[in-house]
């Protein structure tokens, strides 16, 4: 899973570096397909089944949502623009292993209000790893990414959740962003699972829109997103999606 999300980790950096002013998401999805394909990876989101009745199995090799946009962003025509919050978000399969991470970045310059969402939703993902402790609480992870995001008023997102990962992609159990200390699933080392923080500057409030995937906030408010696949141990807990 290490080697799976090392390109994880890989294409998410170079996306970040090439999302500029004028620049498609379909561009930035070809330029993940090729450097999944180099690495020797398959990417893990194409083919996914859909969210909604009728609609197709999933496209792309990445999910890149813009500003209101929360998560399951389909590539395509749209032109980046100064000041756009991105959220792009990466599976890879290598060897019969998956990796998943998502990071949101802002094209050009942003408003200060985006930025502290950004920053604060990467906070919460670094507060729900340093709760990943081998003897505690599934709780313990949510309430910590929950207490980041409600301390700065932000909305945190209920409908979509983290995820366990290991030979599939959704494993086993759910992370919500919300809920109690000292409740729910026991870790313990060798878990691996993807947490995922998903905040709002509004309501947490989000639906899918017409083409069957994209998940926005119904209040029309940004949104930012922040990925890593992380493993359990006996000590500190190891992120699997950096990219060294």
């Not at 999300?5 to 500029?20: H, N």
């Not at 909305?155 to 983290?162: A, N, Q």
């Not at 995937?213 to 997103?225: E, F, K």
Request: include cysteine; hydrophobic fraction near 40%; glycine fraction near 14%.
């Amino acid at each position: 899973m290490r080697a799976a999300g090392r390109i994880v980790g890989r294409v998410l950096r170079l996306l970040a570096t090439e999302a500029k002013p004028g620049v498609t998401t379909a561009h930035l999805n070809d330029l993940a397909e090729k450097a999944i394909a180099n690495a020797g990876g398959v990417p893990s989101f194409r083919g996914v089944p859909p969210l909604v009745v009728g609609a197709p199995a999933y496209p792309s090799a990445t999910c890149i949502s813009v500003n209101q946009e929360v998560v399951h962003g389909l590539p395509g025509s749209r032109e980046l623009k100064d000041g756009d919050l991105v959220s792009v978000d990466v599976g890879v399969i290598l060897d019969g292993w998956h990796g998943d991470a998502a990071v949101t970045f802002g094209v050009g310059s942003i408003s200060p209000e985006a930025r502290r969402l950004m920053e604060t939703t990467s906070e919460a993902l670094q507060a729900g790893i340093a709760a990943l402790r081998s003897g505690g609480r599934l709780g313990d992870v949510s309430a910590a990414i929950q207490a980041r995001g409600e301390s700065r008023g932000y909305g945190v997102v209920r409908d979509f959740t983290g995820h366990a990962i290991g030979r599939e992609m959704h494993e086993g159990f759910q992370i919500p962003n919300f809920g109690l200390a000292g409740t729910g699933l026991r870790l313990r080392p060798g878990m691996t699972m993807a947490l995922e923080p998903m905040f709002t500057i509004g309501s947490p409030e989000v639906a899918i829109e017409a083409d069957g995937w994209t998940v926005a906030t119904r209040d029309g408010s940004l949104s930012a997103h922040f990925e890593h696949t992380v493993a359990v141990t006996k000590g500190e807990p190891i992120i699997l999606t950096l990219p060294e």
